[in-house]
Nanobody
Framework: QVQLVESGGGSVQAGESLRLSCAAS????????RAWFRQAPGKDREFVAA????????DYSDSVKGRFTISRDNARNTVALQMNSLKPADTAIYYC???????????????WGQGTQVTVSS
C-alpha cells in the first residue's frame, strides 16, 4: 500500500522556523489527500493542516493558521509543512497522513507515518 516517512524535525528556539517533509513510497489516486497531525506528551493527537491532491484546497487549525503552510510536490510524492514563528506550544511529534479527502479528523486517514519530533524552546 502506501508507506509515509517524515523528516525535518529537530530542536529550535521560539520564533525560528522548520520545514517538515513527508515522502510516500508509491503514488496513490485513491488516498491522495495529505495531512499533518501532531501529538504532544500527554495529549491527544490533533489536526494541524491538510491539502487536497491538486493543492487547491488547504485547511489549517486555528492554532497554526498564518504561521504554517502545507504544500505538495506530486511529481516527487512529497508533502511539506513549512513552520514559521514557532512557539513552545508547537512542541510535539508530527505525523503525516494520507486519506481520501482533505479532512480534519483522525478517522479520515488510512495511512500514517511514524512521526518526527519537533521541539521548540523558549
Amino acid at each position: 500500500q502506501v508507506q509515509l516517512v517524515e523528516s525535518g524535525g529537530g530542536s529550535v528556539q521560539a520564533g525560528e522556523s522548520l520545514r517538515l517533509s513527508c515522502a510516500a513510497s508509491i503514488r496513490t489516486y485513491t488516498n491522495s489527500a495529505r495531512a499533518w497531525f501532531r501529538q504532544a506528551p500527554g495529549k491527544d493527537r490533533e489536526f494541524v493542516a491538510a491539502i487536497s491532491f491538486g493543492g487547491d484546497i488547504t485547511d489549517y487549525s486555528d492554532s497554526v493558521k498564518g504561521r504554517f503552510t502545507i504544500s505538495r510536490d506530486n511529481a516527487r510524492n512529497t508533502v511539506a509543512l513549512q513552520m514559521n514563528s514557532l512557539k513552545p506550544a508547537d512542541t510535539a511529534i508530527y505525523y503525516c497522513a494520507a486519506g481520501v479527502r482533505a479532512v480534519s479528523t483522525l478517522s479520515g486517514y488510512r495511512y500514517w507515518g511514524q512521526g518526527t519530533q519537533v521541539t521548540v524552546s523558549s
